[in-house]
Structures are given as structure tokens and as C-alpha cells.
């Protein structure tokens, strides 16, 4: 199936929106940030492991940042058939993201593993806010390297029982993950408010209520993630 | 093809060699070597790669390491339909493995390339070594996690440009290459002295032989990779 330029499309939640040309300046600019992203998270998480207690953990986030890189490429190579040359349009990603990181690095195992499966649930919001209003190719890559949790899926038996055991672990976790949560919503608006071309690629969803609705699903979705890490 | 425990095989060579049968116990123990390889290069790589002057460099390693998670996941499902639980055969593994990237941690950028493309060839020429004398499924895993040396071709360029610019590069890095070769030796016979299965799988293609012919491979393909990388 072909998106034809501002025809509209149905979402998977039955709602039909406008959809945006496919040569909508948002889209190179959110591939790169997304290309960013990708790398960004690998060598986080590659770092974050060093954090496990034992080879098991290490490798579960190895096997979650191939995975990354694996969405990078394809990244890549789309940038590339979009005659984009993907390095130069994703450093100007690159502050807001590492700074995202260097606000929330983990300084226990479980906030690693809070953050990986927080930061995986997020990236699959930001995808459910603006796929509807993507052309049906372009969704297609952003659905691969955003809509995938099922990586982080390792992260809940571990963070459960740890909170189980232990009521201080929770509140703690608790606190951490709402903090994940702000610093990822404050990069998010630094980058919309330099991006015009991403402001731009959201609101065609809806308007302005597209982008208050991205960030209320934030808030939202982040109650029902916490109640499966046992954190509410 | 099906490869039939002790018949003969022609190896890439035209050799004719006598195969070892698919359950032999050095099998299991070359698969967990491996894959604890795979897994200690996937995190020496991320490390390596901070020394990197830019993004382009850490990508590349980055795709690196992500490709040895790839052999990783080969070997442990391998490893799985052998009825071997991958992380306990691994680990054995560990001190040899560990202790030959302790001791050749780099200082510097090109020593990290240097490194990462002497290590993929050192991993092509124990393929060939043992290839001949093992089933044929189990060569094609063994090839599939050894002889692909693709992914570090991005380093020829770079370093082939560094030694022409300076002669004193060059003899450093010449003396870094001999220095990895000799430490991946040592651990290598380390690991041979400590694992009789793996011996008599290496013995399997010829006898003692085979084995002093592994070493002397090492030593004569080192000349042409550095021939290949300006350091000779």
C-alpha cells in the first residue's frame, strides 16, 4: 500500500487524520533524530551494563543495543535513499539527547534497568502520537525502531521482585522513573521549540492538540508502566 | 549436506581431512569459548570506541560490536539445540579471555583500530585451522562467527593514512600489532593446555601438526595483515 500525499489514512485506533506529504521537511529531521537516539542509547546502555551483577544482565543489554544499532541502520539507509547524509543531520541532535542522559545516568543496576524499559515505552508513545499522520512508508520505519519494547521486556521480572522485596526500593524506583519521565518531556520541548519542520510533523495529526496530546500520553501511559514494574 | 561423523571432507584448500563426529566433546567447548569471544569483544569495542575523534568512528564500532551480538545469538542457539546452556559453558572461558583484552587495553585511537582488525584476522585464521576437520553445520557456524572480516575494513583506510603522515606511527604501531599477536598466542595456548577437548578438536585436522600449524598461520598471515595496514 502507497500513502498518497494528504490523503487520509486510518490509524489503529480507528481515528482518520490528515497525512503528511512524503517529502515533509519533519521527516528527515525526525529520522536523524531518531538516528541519533539510536546511537546515543547504544553506548548508554553499553555503559550501563558494567552495572550488572552478573554476565546474564550484561548480555540481556548487549542483545538490546545490537538491537539499537540494527534500527540505526535502518535509519540510515532511508536517510541515504532520501539523499540525506545521515552524520551531519543527526549531530544537531546530539545536545539534547546526551543531555537527557547525563541528566538520568543510573547510579544502581535497577535504575539502569528502570530506565532502559521507561526509555523503550516512551519511544513507543512519541510513535503512537504521530503515525497516523505519516505516510504508510514512512510509518513503517518508525513503527521498526520505535514501536519494539519487546526487548525490554527482561527489565520487569527483575525490577518486580526487587520491589517486592523491599518498600524502600519501590518508593525509590518510583521517584526515578518520574524523573526519567521530566527529563525526557523538558529535551523533547527543547527540541520542538528549535524544530519548527518536528512542531510541524506532530501537528499535522491534529493541530496544537497533537502535541499537548503527546505529552499527556506521556504522563498517562508512564501510570500503567509503572504499575507493571510494581512501581504504584 | 549432511556431514557423516569420521568420513573425509575437503576443506577450502583441497585438503582432505578427517572430520570429528557432531557430538565431540570439544564442539560444545569451541561454541562457549566463542561466544564468551563474542561477548567480551562486543563490550571491549564499546569501550574502545570512546577514543574515537568522531561520531563516524564510534558509529562504525558500534556496528562492530553489534555484529558480534549477532554471532552471539548464533552460538547460543546453537549452543541450545546441543542441550548446552550457553552461560554456565561460557564462563569458563572468562579469565583468558579477560586478561588477553586487560592486557592489551589501547591508548589510543588507531592502536584501538589496529586492534580490532588484527583480532577479526587472528579469528579467520583459527576458522581455517579447525574448519577442515569439523561437520559441516558446525563449520558453517564457526564461519559464520569467525571468518567474516568485513566489518573491519573501515579501519584499513584510516590507518594506512596515519603511518604514511608519520614513520614514527608506523613503528609504534608495527610494535602494538606484534604485541597483540603474541598476547592472543599466549592466551590461546593457556586455554589448549587447561581444555584437552579443544586440543584434540585442533588435532582432529592432522594430529600435533595441526596444532604447531595454527601458531605458525598466525605468524605468517600477521606479516601480510600488516603488510595490508602500511606497517611493514
Same sequence: chains 1, 2.
Avoid: C
Wanted: proline share 3%; glycine share 6%; aromatic share 6%.
Amino acid at each position: 500500500m502507497e500513502a498518497t500525499p494528504g490523503t487520509a489514512q486510518v490509524t489503529g485506533h480507528g481515528v482518520s487524520t490528515s497525512v503528511v506529504p512524503a517529502d515533509h521537511p519533519g521527516i528527515n529531521e525526525l529520522f536523524a533524530l531518531l538516528a541519533y537516539g539510536e546511537v546515543a542509547a547504544f553506548y548508554r546502555l553499553t555503559e550501563e551494563a558494567r552495572m550488572s551483577p552478573d554476565l546474564r544482565g550484561r548480555i540481556n543489554m548487549a542483545r538490546m543495543a545490537a538491537a539499537e544499532m540494527g534500527h540505526y541502520e535502518l535509519l540510515r539507509s532511508t536517510l541515504d535513499q532520501r539523499g540525506v547524509d545521515a552524520l551531519p543531520a543527526m549531530v544537531r541532535y546530539a545536545p539534547a539527547l546526551e543531555q537527557y542522559h547525563r541528566l538520568t545516568t543510573p547510579s544502581t543496576w535497577l535504575e539502569a534497568l528502570v530506565k532502559t524499559y521507561v526509555g523503550d515505552a516512551m519511544a513507543a508513545d512519541l510513535y503512537l502520537a504521530i503515525a497516523g499522520s505519516l505516510p504508510v512508508d514512512v510509518a513503517d520505519v518508525v513503527r521498526s525502531v520505535l514501536a519494539e519494547t519487546v526487548h525490554s521486556q527482561f527489565v520487569v521480572a527483575e525490577v518486580v521482585t526487587a520491589v517486592n522485596a523491599s518498600g524502600r526500593q519501590r518508593s525509590r524506583l518510583a521517584l526515578w522513573a518520574r524523573r526519567l519521565l521530566g527529563e525526557a518531556v523538558t529535551q523533547a520541548q527543547f527540541v520542538l521549540a528549535e524544530r519548527d519542520e518536528l512542531v510541524d510533523l506532530v501537528m499535522a495529526g491534529g493541530g496544537l492538540a497533537q502535541v499537548t496530546d503527546l505529552f499527556d500520553r506521556l504522563q498517562r501511559t508512564h501510570s500503567e508502566r509503572m504499575h507493571h514494574l510494581g512501581l504504584s
